[in-house]
């Protein structure tokens, strides 16, 4: 379990079951805590230097999440939702989440889980056709999940909802807490795998390469649909050998059932104005992503490949994947 350096709570978790687990387990542990009126400004988090984002990271806020509002998706999931938690206490150096939130990526978790739950279930029970919810798009459930259980709550309280599936990315492997319990199908799992020198030298705090293969032959077997999203793909030096590589290391160490199985997302990296300030303040031994020869702008502040770098590289990893993973399908390539 995530221990922090301090807590940020509002005063109404005490409302809730969970609000007061947390506060009871973190009260115990003598962690210094301070009450906040909202979670979206914390002003002494707000004027914190970038230099101090890793350190940041260490502070957990526990909160009640107001907005719910529902974004349409057409990937994957047919809507994105926001659930139980955003932000992170890894530290990927192009999280999408830093560039929204600026050095406000930290952990949030958000106690009011009955509410956002049942929201889901009702969108689902009404709809025409079994929709799909991403209720991971702003968080890595499968971390949150070793401090609140929520994951393993949400599959106990979805399971046997007439419609509806849920889906949600992670980059971590402790998935043993639900490998046994029973989810009727109802869950969709995508690990996130990247070459291991990306991991090192890029995804900070996150599980090694060969932990999170292992962790996809555990969901496999535990009757779960998994896919595995290639991303972010990072055009670095040596980038063609590196995903080579992993693709290889895929073949020799996933099971035979999840080779058969699984589905692939394949996702480009995005970079933007922010990520490159903080990261050259909080990181300033990391390695470089903004490439201004091989990136353009992309929107206010924001970075992506150039069109023919790009489509070159798609072709040549379309190439990989049709030599070492023919049969599986592609979801999408972006």
């Not at 994957?76 to 830093?98: E, R």
Request: charged share 30%.
């Amino acid at each position: 379990m995530f221990i922090p350096d301090a807590i940020f709570y509002e005063e109404n978790i005490k409302e809730y079951e969970l609000g007061k687990r947390l506060l009871n387990i973190y009260e115990k542990q003598k962690i210094p805590m301070s009450i906040i009126e909202n979670h979206n400004n914390i002003e002494e988090m707000r004027k914190k230097e970038n230099k101090e984002f890793p350190k940041m990271k260490k502070n957990l806020i526990i909160a009640t999440r107001k907005t719910h509002k529902y974004t349409e998706n057409h990937k994957v999931s047919d809507y994105l939702v926001p659930y139980t938690s955003s932000g992170c206490i890894a530290m990927c150096m192009y999280c999408y989440l830093v560039c929204n939130y600026n050095k406000c990526a930290y952990l949030r978790l958000f106690v009011n889980r009955e509410y956002m739950l049942d929201k889901i279930k009702k969108t689902a029970n009404k709809a025409d056709k079994d929709l799909v919810f991403e209720i991971g798009s702003n968080s890595d459930l499968i971390l949150e999940n070793t401090i609140t259980g929520n994951l393993e709550w949400t599959i106990e309280n979805f399971k046997d909802n007439p419609k509806g599936k849920l889906t949600f990315p992670t980059k971590f492997d402790m998935v043993d807490s639900i490998l046994d319990l029973e989810h009727n199908g109802k869950i969709i799992v995508r690990m996130s795998l990247n070459p291991e020198e990306i991991i090192n030298k890029v995804e900070f705090g996150t599980s090694r390469l060969k932990n999170r293969i292992q962790a996809i032959n555990k969901l496999v077997e535990a009757g779960y649909t998994v896919g595995i999203l290639i991303a972010p793909i990072i055009l670095v030096d040596n980038w063609k050998t590196l995903y080579e590589e992993l693709l290889k290391q895929m073949v020799q160490e996933l099971s035979s059932k999840a080779k058969k199985e699984v589905f692939f997302e394949l996702i480009f990296m995005t970079y933007s104005y922010v990520h490159n300030a903080i990261n050259h303040e909080a990181f300033p031994n990391a390695i470089e992503l903004y490439n201004k020869e091989q990136m353009t702008g992309r929107g206010r502040g924001k970075y992506a490949y150039k069109n023919a770098i790009k489509e070159e590289a798609k072709t040549y990893l379309l190439d990989l994947m049709k030599k070492y993973f023919p049969h599986n399908e592609i979801k999408y390539i972006v």
